[in-house]
């Protein structure tokens, strides 16, 4: 495994893993336009080549497609991975309260004990390994208390069946709730350059509890990558499709930031991707950064990031080119 990784705890639990992970949202196909397999899995495999031990997935990502990736990809290589999975989006019970529809199937939030047991078993089949280290509830059930679902996730925890505890897509109120439970290790939030809202509403009690934070939507859905033309076009059912926040002005004001930060990238030998990755990992409070890759060129891309440390004057130097440049973008 490559060394230069830098290695980051998963809150008050014993698993460790890369600051810098996979997400594998895209490698579902759902929401973004369809998947190659064989694509995926050579992302996955050099992700992991390459020193990335963290990888993000859920069944919701192409009702259970990205899981079945994944457990291609790691087989016979389950030592050398942590897994992040989830539960609480159910396509089988109609059980808690309806929440969307995909590819004909209506999904429920629920997270009540019986759903979870039934969500894991089918999770670790797909994955192929008798464990998860991570296992995430994946949107917060409006109809089971949350004591309940701690109380399932800590049985869990007891049987061996996974080895640490976070929730995803919450509230301060409900990550309060979740404290007040039992041990949550984790929390999964959108987060990036343009999306710093949980700073203020989340960040302080996982700070003040122990809690890590895994970062998704890290690169903004590929927008701050800057490799996204101002005149692309999205298709079929990607869910940039038709998205104001890849408005050309938009794409025209990430242009102008990665031009601003050019001399920071070129003095790391880094893309523009990468110094966004980085930073992101030296925001207060941000243990973990997810990014995406659909191909092996893009995982080894992400994976270099971990590699980075920036400076203080670095990360005050992007702090204003994101003030100037970042300002009222579209929603």
């Known amino acids: 495994m490559n060394s230069r990784q830098i290695q980051r705890r998963i809150g008050r639990s014993d698993v460790s893993a890369s600051a810098v992970g996979l997400g594998t949202w895209a490698i579902g196909g759902w929401m973004w336009g369809g998947t190659d397999e064989q694509a995926s899995i050579r992302a996955i495999e050099a992700t992991i080549d390459a020193g990335i031990s963290l990888i993000d997935?859920?069944?919701?990502?192409?009702?259970?497609?990205s899981e079945e990736i994944v457990g291609?990809?790691?087989?016979g290589k389950r030592d050398k991975v942590v897994i992040a999975t989830k539960c609480g989006l159910n396509w089988y019970s109609g059980k808690g309260?309806?929440?969307?529809?995909?590819?004909?199937?209506?999904?429920?939030?629920?997270?009540?004990?019986?759903?979870?047991?039934?969500?894991?078993?089918?999770?670790?089949?797909?994955?192929?390994?008798?464990?998860?280290?991570?296992?995430i509830t994946h949107w917060q059930d409006p109809t089971t208390p949350i004591t309940e679902t701690v109380a399932a996730l800590e049985k869990l925890k007891a049987q061996g069946k996974i080895r640490a505890i976070g929730a995803s897509n919450i509230?301060?109120?409900?990550?309060?709730?979740?404290?007040?439970?039992?041990?949550?290790?984790?929390?999964?939030?959108?987060?990036?350059?343009?999306?710093?809202?949980?700073?203020?509403?989340?960040?302080?009690?996982?700070?003040?509890?122990?809690?890590?934070?895994?970062?998704y939507s890290s690169l903004a859905l590929g927008l701050l990558t800057g490799a996204i033309d101002p005149m692309r076009e999205f298709t079929g059912d990607d869910q940039r499709k038709g998205n104001?926040?890849?408005?050309?002005?938009?794409?025209?004001?990430?242009?102008?930031?990665?031009?601003?930060?050019?001399?920071?990238?070129?003095?790391?030998?880094?893309?523009?991707?990468?110094?966004?990755?980085?930073?992101?990992?030296?925001?207060?409070?941000?243990?973990?950064a997810l990014c995406g890759?659909?191909?092996?060129?893009?995982?080894?891309?992400?994976?270099?990031?971990?590699?980075i440390t920036l400076e203080a004057g670095d990360l005050a130097a992007i702090d204003a080119a994101i003030a100037a440049h970042l300002v009222a973008m579209d929603a």
């Open 171 to 215: 509230s301060a109120e409900d990550l309060q709730h979740y404290v007040e439970a039992g041990q949550l290790d984790a929390i999964q939030e959108r987060y990036s350059m343009i999306d710093r809202e949980i700073e203020d509403s989340l960040l302080p009690i996982t700070r003040q509890n122990d809690i890590a934070t895994l970062s």
């Open 72 to 75: 291609k990809a790691i087989k």
């Open 293 to 307: 890759a659909r191909n092996a060129e893009q995982a080894l891309e992400n994976a270099r990031a971990g590699e």
């Open 244 to 288: 104001p926040r890849f408005s050309a002005a938009n794409r025209q004001k990430v242009a102008r930031l990665k031009q601003a930060i050019a001399p920071i990238a070129k003095q790391h030998s880094a893309s523009m991707a990468q110094i966004v990755i980085a930073w992101t990992l030296a925001q207060r409070g941000i243990t973990f």
């Open 97 to 135: 309260n309806h929440f969307f529809d995909q590819d004909g199937k209506l999904v429920h939030r629920y997270l009540g004990a019986d759903g979870i047991a039934y969500e894991l078993e089918q999770s670790l089949r797909r994955l192929g390994t008798d464990h998860i280290d991570l296992y």
């Open 57 to 65: 997935t859920a069944p919701a990502y192409g009702l259970g497609r």
